[in-house]
């Protein structure tokens, strides 16, 4: 048997504070909302293009390592790194800088409850 896997449909989040969360993804991100239907739970969906971000809010959100470029992430990519970059820091966000094995720059950061977002 082979499972044939198409692509990634979406990644998903667990976040503490759902309006918290919104505010950094949509204000500082710039991810546009999708509709969501109610699971019964609050959460928002984002659109990626071809791809979603799921966020859920839970009160037991999994602990980080201390490592920028070593944690559970999500990968998004970017046109311009420097220029993320820059809008980041300029929005009061922490940037760590890396480069993968390609030699090509990578940042990191993270949201309000700690997961790991990478721009590539």
Known sequence: MAI???????????V????RSAAFYENILGLKP???PDFGFAGR???????????????VVPGQTD?????RHVALSVSDV?????????????????SGRSGR??????????????FR
């Open 67 to 71: 490592q920028p470029n070593f944690d």
């Open 45 to 59: 969906w984002y659109d990626l293009g071809n791809q979603q971000l799921h966020l859920m809010q839970s009160d």
């Open 34 to 36: 999708l509709p969501r």
């Open 16 to 19: 503490r504070d759902i309006e």
């Open 105 to 118: 720059p990578q940042l990191f950061v993270r949201d309000p409850d700690g997961n790991m977002i990478e």
């Open 4 to 14: 044939k896997i198409e692509g990634l449909h979406h990644a998903g989040f667990l």
């Open 82 to 98: 420097e220029e993320t970059a820059r809008d980041l820091e300029d929005a009061g966000i922490f940037v760590a800088r890396g």
